[in-house]
């Protein structure tokens, strides 16, 4: 069962950015389309971004497009989230999970198991 381990959050002014990291266990990450999702508090579960297996294709929400990029590297099983130009609607705990449907965007089913997530919070 792969798991995952995200870190990289903190604190942040308005406009700020941080990197976000997510270390993912097992040998076959190389074959799955990797995702970054965030919760905010009273709020569902959403997704930010999504990333091929390969690294070739990428797609976000339409509130992070311009802001944040999501790039990863199979060598080192992690997946990244650059996130610039940070805002107060930005915070939440993000998240990072495989799915194995990127064919099916924005319809992407995500793997059962989910790591602890890494809180944003960012000040205005």
């Known amino acids: 069962q792969v798991q995952f381990v995200e870190s990289g959050g903190g604190l942040v002014q308005s406009g700020g950015s941080l990197r976000l990291s997510c270390a993912a266990s097992?040998?076959?990450?190389?074959?799955?389309?990797m995702t970054w999702y965030r919760q905010a508090p009273g709020k569902e579960r959403e997704l930010v971004a999504v990333?091929?297996?390969?690294?070739?294709?990428?797609n976000y929400t339409e509130s992070v497009k311009g802001r944040f990029t999501i790039s990863r590297n199979n060598s080192k099983n992690t997946v990244y989230l650059q996130m610039n130009s940070l805002k107060p609607e930005d915070t939440a705990v993000y998240y990072c999970?495989?799915?194995?449907?990127?064919?099916?965007?924005?319809?992407?089913?995500?793997?059962?198991?989910w790591g602890r997530g890494t809180q944003v919070a960012v000040s205005s």
């Open positions: 999970n495989a799915v194995s449907n990127y064919h099916m965007y924005p319809r992407l089913v995500p793997f059962r198991s």
């Open positions: 097992g040998s076959t990450f190389s074959t799955y389309a």
């Open positions: 990333i091929s297996s390969t690294g070739g294709s990428t």
